[in-house]
């Protein structure tokens, strides 16, 4: 018979739950008691309900992440893991997220799409692409007969006059609500006309909103390949197209806002700016006024025209030397011509056969001994003015 220690069958324990999927992650409706929150931040508290109860702890990150303050006797909907605190022996829920127990299914579904889409990386700020300063055109995604649109119009029209709008009407609340805005996303998208997408509606209940809290309207957004700012509700309302836009406005009123500069704020920037300017080019002016100045008094800069005479009359010596001596060279290479070709002529065979020698040629060829020919033979000889044929009657030697 095998024997253990508390501690190896808590932690068996531990262990063996923590493996179970079914408890990795679930929602628990149960009504809070023994609330007590730690100075360290932690929650700790029970969760029960007509028939039983259950430890649970809520640690203080988690605890900083809730819109409100739990407190006894209050019904809510905790989402988070069991598993089993090794020391005591007690299983216990731990606590990562926790909504009252009001419209419990939206609130369930509401996290359950949060936390699945922010796993998929929809929320990664990474993604998120920066809305244009000053965009051409803007698109708009609302029910045309809202208060929302008219907000946007009248703060599009008061800040910035140069965009154009299109506004794509859609429903935003009530069935199907959702299909039109991704709609809307789509064919802006499509038309490719618009430099940034508003998308939202006014405020209302979580039911009036819900159609921003869908998953088409979610992967829209985060598909869209133009910039989306969310502007849906009051400032204290947040959706999941909230958490997968590029920008999240708290009001549509604010969405307008952030999607254009302010002309009055352009105007002061422009006017400060021309002002800059206005005193730089003023101030360049003097430096180089002074810069001038200083040359002008300056003594190289008042003997410049003496120096320029200096320089053209070195340019006249520079020009007749450079004259002289291309004549020179000429001389030169006319005398060496005329020696060349005297030389030239005193070496001719032309003036040998002037002095009175013949050169004697067979078949073309000279004769320079008596051995290269015979009696019998036709040779020509060659003189001054022209050639005589002969034939070879004897041979007698030198």
Same mark, same amino acid.
């Given at each position: 018979m095998a024997v253990i220690t508390v501690s190896q069958l808590n932690n068996y324990m531990k262990r063996y739950i923590d493996n179970n999927t079914h408890l990795a992650k679930l929602w628990v409706r149960g009504e809070i008691s023994n609330y007590k929150k730690h100075y360290t931040g932690h929650i700790y508290m029970t969760l029960k309900d007509e028939g039983s109860a259950i430890k649970a702890v809520m640690f203080k990150g988690s605890a900083a992440a809730m819109r409100f303050e739990p407190e006894n006797g209050m019904k809510v909907i905790a989402c988070g893991r069991v598993s089993v605190f090794e020391r005591d022996g007690q299983y216990q829920l731990y606590v990562e997220s926790m909504t009252p127990d009001g419209m419990g299914e939206l609130h369930v579904a509401y996290e359950q799409l949060k936390n699945r889409l922010e796993d998929e990386g =929809?929320?990664?700020?990474?993604?998120?692409?920066?809305?244009?300063?000053?965009?051409?055109?803007? $698109?708009?995604?609302? %029910?045309?007969?809202?208060? &929302?649109i008219r907000d946007v119009l009248n703060v599009l029209s008061r800040r910035y006059r140069l965009s154009d709008i299109y506004i794509y009407p859609a429903q935003v609340q009530g069935q199907g609500a959702s299909d039109t805005v991704v709609r809307g996303i789509e064919c802006l998208n499509r038309e490719k006309k618009v430099d940034v997408i508003i998308v939202g509606r006014g405020g209302g209940s979580i039911e009036d909103l819900w159609a921003f809290n869908e998953e088409n309207v979610a992967r829209a957004i985060y598909a869209s390949k133009i910039p989306v700012i969310s502007a849906v509700g009051h400032e204290t309302d947040f959706t999941i197209a909230d958490f997968v836009a590029d920008l999240r406005a708290p009001t549509p009123s604010a969405g307008a806002e952030l999607a254009v500069p302010s002309a009055d704020e352009l105007r002061n920037m422009l006017s400060q700016s021309g002002a800059r300017l206005h005193l730089l080019l003023a101030r360049l002016?003097?430096?180089?006024?002074?810069?001038?100045?200083?040359?002008?008094?300056?003594? &190289?800069?008042?003997?410049?025209?003496?120096?320029?005479?200096e320089r053209r009359e070195m340019m006249d010596v520079l020009l007749k030397d450079m004259v002289d001596a291309y004549n020179w060279q000429i001389d030169n290479g006319r005398h060496a011509l005329e020696n060349g070709a005297a030389k030239l002529q005193t070496l001719?065979? =032309? &003036?040998?056969?002037?002095?009175?020698?013949?050169?004697?040629?067979?078949? $073309?060829?000279?004769?320079? %001994?008596?051995?290269?020919?015979?009696? $019998?033979?036709?040779?020509?000889?060659?003189?001054?003015?022209?050639?005589? =044929?002969?034939?070879?009657? $004897?041979?007698?030697?030198?």
């Open positions: =929809l929320f990664d700020p990474a993604h998120k692409r920066p809305i244009p300063r000053y965009p051409r055109a803007i $698109g708009v995604v609302t %029910s045309p007969t809202g208060a &929302a002016y003097e430096l180089k006024k002074q810069r001038l100045t200083f040359l002008i008094q300056n003594r &190289a800069f008042a003997d410049f025209p003496k120096r320029i005479d001719s065979p =032309l &003036a040998v056969l002037g002095r009175g020698y013949a050169l004697v040629q067979k078949e $073309g060829l000279p004769i320079k %001994s008596i051995t290269d020919t015979s009696i $019998g033979e036709n040779l020509e000889m060659v003189l001054r003015d022209g050639k005589l =044929l002969c034939e070879v009657k $004897g041979i007698t030697e030198g």
